[in-house]
């Protein structure tokens, strides 16, 4: 496991939910609601999306359930770049391509921060008025080596939109639009008609990204102007925003003639024919050309995938083509419950600031649940006669979590910790064998108890009736004797907290690891669970082999709590005298999934 033992992770009942709307969806009859379909199963493959740690779990204080990524919508509160803090209006993201449109700029190969620099000249000279570069501090690449220079050291987006690599100049998007029309003219003196669908090399075989979806949308946008017919009543009239679309819509509905107009086939719209109307031609001599550089100056200066990738021109190949790379935008989302849209988490609206408006958090409404195995009791040391020195004990070795003794009993304690300003009751279940190839038996000695409020840590210093509860004695495995574990009696207890102690048995891996002495009083036929004294094994099909983490034990736990807590608005007793005091009795229960260890082979 990815995590060190012992380990606890919480179910949120979407999984259980999902479940059950699914069956009442399909054509088969919904499962026996028993006691063996209601029990977690850890090992089922869609357990893996139902588990996570206390720590990533939301809680629901309508709903008064547990809520992962899954139960929760995300809506973006704001905009902003994580490289200047700038916050961008919601206007301005689609427009600016969801990037900064100020300075901030990553560098094309390593995606490091670039700064603006100004270029060394002669000192007497320095009067900061540039040119300058982008330049980045960590792979020390800058725009120099593609031939791009700045004026000014602010609005280097405006300053790069008009630079192209080698220094050449861009053409704004007006004067393009007038170089299209100019030449669309020329086309259109040459011939009466439309042009057929031919291919035009007037133009420029090679146009940039930008001019080519600039040529697209305008070409489509006429295409659609065409094809609209005028009549305001037109079945196939595409200006929908119009007023008379509106209207057409109202009359269909409070027409009363029976009279069916007839429909007309719109004005098929034709595909670009040249390159001015957006058609983009392949040229074969771009990439005889692009294979005799490569011979020339070898793969270094190829791009890779990722940088490829990073690119907004995805057609580029050579580390000559790179450009500086604008920093993409971040966002402050909120979540809120997907079944009752109540909020969960809002943070603040302020970019600087890391606080949270709303933070329910499920570590502050769910008991924690923590597994630890129960140390062996320090015998007190006796000084020798004559001599007031005492004995130092013996240092007792770390209990080995990653080898559990399969066939052999062994107490953990279970501790559970109460978040709430409230007592609670506490009901613990657990399946008597844990589910999987290797049966474990578990025996909770306490299943039943009850948590202190959490309140203030100097009610417990002052209070002097807490006291730890410690009866009887037994003897463990290792033969030392282990005072207080006697069933149905807690552990130990404090002001929030409640430790209890769970019997562990570990099954065997292999039926040929079972003492002789056992091996006669299982049962024979294979294929079932066999138990002998409080004693399991894996007997499953002996063609069956362990798969991956077939060897940890995993409990699972359902926990169910009581407690009483002011009652909230509606809650609350209407007609009588009681008010902010009432008390409304609540019940919540949850499944767990404790790791324990992995057993011995």
Known sequence: MAQPFPYTYYVCDCYDSKTKVSAKRSSQPPPADDEDERTFDPRNPRSNYSLYPLEHLLYCEDCQQIRCSRCVIEETLNWYCPSCLFEVPSSLVKSEGNRCARNCYNCPVCISPMTVNELPKDPSEDDGNGPFYLYCNYCHWSTIEIGIEFERHTQITHQLQRIANGGKPIP??????????????????????IPEINVSHDVDPEPSPDDTFAALASFYKGQIQASTTSSPFSPHDLDFSSPSSFSRIMNMYTSTSSKKTKREKPTPMREAASTFEGLTLHDSTTDSDAIDRIRREGWSITLSPAQKHAQPNPNIRFTSELRPIATLLRTKRGKRCRNCRHILSKPEAKITSTRYKIKLLALNHIPKLHLRALPPPASTPQPTFGSSILTPLPIQPPFDYDHLKPGIPTHFLLTLTNPLFDPIRVTLATPST???????????????????ANTDVWDDAMSSTITPIRRGSVVGPDGQIQSGIEAGKVWDKGRNWTSIVMEVLPGFLDERQRPSDLSSSFSSDRGGVAENDGHLGWVDDEDEELGVDDDVLEIPIFVRLEFESDAMGEERV????????????????FWSVV?????AG
Request: net charge positive; with cysteine; hydrophobic share 20%.
């Open 172 to 193: 704004t998007p007006k004067e393009r639009e007038k170089e299209r029309e100019r030449r669309r003219e020329s086309e259109w003196k040459r011939k009466d008609d």
């Open 434 to 452: 844990t589910p999987g190839k290797v049966h474990s038996r578990v025996t909770i000695l306490c299943p039943q108890f009850e948590i202190g």
């Open 574 to 589: 209407v007609g009588e005298d009681r008010g902010k005091g009432d008390k409304v009795k609540r019940e919540e229960a």
């Open 595 to 599: 790791g324990v260890g992995r057993i």
